[in-house]
């Protein structure tokens, strides 16, 4: 018979302890929406009250088919739950559901709260009873709950029921220090269960400090708990939460898991691009070795792997990567890569043959160019201009003769610091030599720097081309940096748009960032050349 | 009664099938050096004859307590093991151990090696007797073992026995395809050490693509296998293997492990410092969320964790992390607190009272400097600069009269594209200016853009400072772009090092990423001459 399973995520609350995340409210609606299109029950979007960013989210919060959580704390102590300002600022954002974290462990309450071990559990009584009173659903987050229990087992427990006779709907046992092994987490665990608590009203989470919070979470589902708490690719404090990115895949790919639960998971094929998408919000590059959804996850870099997989992917994969939607990564060239490119290449409208020679060219270089540093899965329009020159189908547009960019700061007259950037570009067009100048001065007078200096020289004067460009402008402009040191490269992502809404990526590397952006933008006026239809001249 | 566990490190081996790994000779002595010292039981170093670099770290390999071991395959069907060139190879390293992989699953023999499950037994029989006739210590690696075993565990287990009875020291059960979940690994080796298999002639081997490679391990232990495999940072192919980083200080430091075994370790105080300098040889960015060793496993991020910690440590720590050479962190952010700062201060060893009005007015100025996009919680070196500043009590070293970056891009006399990037730079030191000016050409005659350049200028001549940043190197350099389009702003995070093992973030924000940069190497300077303690000239 199978059971419900329950996920509960925490990426836009716990996961935004993570050291260095700081989301704004229009990226907590984004990933509010992917976790909701993945299908998990519970989305914790914040604490409201607590900073202005969680305030203006919930405040335009979108509508989800997941239960939208906000999250608390207990009332504090000397003062009636109708009284607590903190926790009217939680109800106040007006979710279906309620999350508060409260002491479980005598040494916190005396600790941090420095209250008596009864007014504790009074708070978690009046605080859970005043949210169920107001209609709310209500969920309690035991927090140091395996730390309290090894110390006083009865009271830990007695915590947990007192918010559960007021009414929560779940009490979740948070291994918050990350400490706990899964053994003992599984022990406790059922320990618990044995002591009155209804497994279907048990939730588990927990952090990654031994490297066990998956493990702990399975543990905590083998002894009978039904909701599990964790983050998109594991974010959150310290060594982060369990990350949900690797439990879906088990839950739904593994047994015991995949026979005994239903969940509300809406499959997993856009797993992957959920996790790389997460990771483009953060700029972070996407992690090589993170299970599932890694892009080093399911690439073969041994030799006998490899040929292994050639004759048979089961031999060395535990599971199909196209399931989560990722990709086998063998280093070297197969049909199956050239059967993609075709198909990659007649989405953009360039028709190649299945023999046509230039095909394991393309792949040849497309593999030594991402050594280099560029990645074209997010540069369509770069990898489009790749393959048509490969092809020997790419038009002469322009030549670039040289450019420079000067960039100077210094003290004016008032002895303000004022910075000008100034880009010289030289375009040779058809034997006719264009030079142009630009500044980059932005609508407030401050300098916009170097590579706003040189698309607006480049912008400037395309001769023949300069009408084609003119309804063309920048969207977004991303820079990675591969290696580490000043010395290493950088990678330049252009977005660009155009009045009949198109919107296209190019890429640029270079050691030397302003060289990288300048190959990205001159890649961007090249695609819109070509898709405008324009002659060269 | 305490047991002896035995700790097997395959960095060298299967670490090197990371993708993007590939260390040289040299590379490998160090890092066997490095793994004697923390008193691992084996270092597995390579297979030699497989490609030249393992020859060569075979043929002037480290003088090492720990057991020196070669790793290689079972010989081939149809031909003896004295006459296969590949074990041959093996032999020749001259090493003290050997450790041969060989097929254990029924689906593999046939589809890999394509001959029967009786000359797969005889492989194994056959190749370990070689090894120990050769007077060397022989470790069977069983390849895909659990999956073998789920499907035929007879089989499976006859592969064991026939290793054990031509007399090998272990027999390693391998979660090759690291598809296996924690529960059965524990089912299975338990089955194992039913069916005749002495614990301690028994190992571990797993990988990381359910997330659960520790908590595999800690069940094979469970179960009493005795040697454990892994590798440091969990390198290894696709997901990774088990990592002893991590492994390693829940043994010595957690229960039931510190009491009941005893290990050739030798302490954990090294090993944080180990973790960074095999990233350092990398050339990787330290894992933030690594557990134990990362750059935030005790990083305290929240406020009101940050608030406790200042008045116990133990409130949300698992362990102290000076036991692993490790450091709390409390980060600054815009969910901070008044305590969280000045435990944030303290730990920079800035003590600032209680009511000091600085307090409010330094919260206040990272907050409207966060709006503005600076982030300091990855930069806590700008942070105590501002705060210094804030307290009245920043000295002031020099001052930037100005600087001047020029990037030329043009042909050269060949016709080949070439790029030049100059920096001028002139500095005010106690009334005296310093004029300084250079290029940005890498080892190989590119161009390293205008950010190398400004660093080269900058660390040129700074007159009386100028032994105090001559140990002083870049280590990492990141870039986001908040906001969109070209004129959106930028954030530059710089991580410096000296010589004395520090590391270092400051961050700059411009519109001009170049003027961004600059601000971030200009902090970093700064904050190095304080923590040297250099007085303003």
């Known amino acids: 018979m199978t059971q419900r399973l329950y996920l509960y995520d925490t990426t836009l609350r716990d996961g935004q302890q993570t050291q260095g995340v700081q989301f704004s409210a229009d990226e907590k609606a984004e990933i509010a929406q992917m976790l909701d299109a993945l299908g998990v029950d519970y989305i914790e979007g914040g604490w409201p009250g607590a900073n202005p960013t969680d305030s203006d989210f919930f405040a335009s919060a979108p509508a989800t088919r997941a239960m939208m959580t906000a999250f608390g704390m207990t009332k504090r102590a000397g003062r009636s739950a109708q009284n607590d300002d903190v926790l009217a600022a939680v109800l106040d954002a007006g979710t279906g559901a309620v999350c508060l974290v409260g002491k479980t462990h005598p040494f916190h309450v005396h600790e941090a709260l420095g209250i008596s071990l009864q007014d504790n559990l009074e708070n978690i009584r009046a605080s859970v ?28 427990l007695s915590c947990l029921h007192a918010a559960l006779d007021a009414g929560a709907r779940w009490v979740v046992l948070c291994d918050t220090n990350g400490g706990t092994l899964p053994g003992q987490v599984g022990q406790i665990t059922q320990q618990v269960i044995a002591a009155g608590v209804p497994g ?8 990654d400090d031994t490297g066990n919070a998956v493990a702990c979470t399975l543990a905590a589902i083998d002894a009978r708990a039904r909701q599990i708490q964790g983050t998109l690719n594991g974010l959150g404090e310290r060594c982060g939460n369990a990350s949900l990115t690797t439990l879906i895949p088990t839950l739904l790919l593994k047994q015991p898991y995949a026979s005994a639960f239903t969940t509300g998971l809406q499959g997993l094929a856009g797993l992957t691009r959920i996790s790389r998408r997460l990771d483009e919000i953060l700029n972070r590059a996407p992690s090589r070795a993170a299970p599932y959804a ?25 599971i199909d990567p196209s399931l989560v939607g990722n990709e086998r990564v063998i280093p070297m060239s ?22 046509d020679p230039a095909l394991p060219r393309i792949l040849d ?17 770069s990898f489009e201009l790749l393959a048509l020159t490969e092809l020997g189908r790419m038009q002469h547009f322009f030549d670039v003769e040289r450019y420079r960019v000067t960039i100077e700061r210094r003290k004016n007259a008032l002895g303000k610091r004022i910075s000008v950037s100034e880009a010289v570009v030289v375009v040779q067009i058809g034997g006719q030599r264009m030079l142009s100048v630009s500044e980059s001065i932005g609508p407030e007078g401050d300098d916009l720097g170097p590579v706003n200096a040189l698309w607006r020289a480049l912008a400037k004067d395309l001769g023949p081309y300069q009408a084609a460009i003119s309804d063309m402008h920048l969207t977004d402009f991303r820079v990675r940096i591969t290696g580490a040191g000043v010395e290493a490269t950088t990678r330049v992502n252009i977005e660009s748009a155009d009045h009949q809404g198109r919107r296209w990526s190019t890429v640029g590397v270079s050691p030397n960032i302003v060289d990288a952006s300048f190959e990205a933008l001159v890649e961007a006026i090249r695609w819109k050349l070509i898709r405008d239809g324009i002659g060269a001249a």
Chains 1, 2 share one sequence.
């Open 129 to 156: 009873a005043h949210v169920v009173a107001a209609g709310r659903e209500a969920i309690f987050d035991a927090e140091h709950f395996f730390d309290g229990y090894a110390d006083d087992a009865d009271y830990a």
């Open 200 to 207: 279907d009203r048990l939730g588990i989470h927990c952090h």
């Open 294 to 318: 890694g892009t080093s996850a399911f690439a073969h870099k041994a030799g006998l792997h490899a040929s292994a997989i050639v004759k048979n992917p089961a031999t060395y994969e535990h």
């Open 334 to 355: 197969n049909q199956a890569g050239q059967s993609n490119l075709r198909a990659r290449l007649a989405e953009a409208g360039i028709i190649v043959s299945r023999d």
């Open 365 to 381: 270089l497309v593999k030594t160019r991402e050594d280099a540093g560029y990645a074209y899965d997010g540069a369509q329009a």
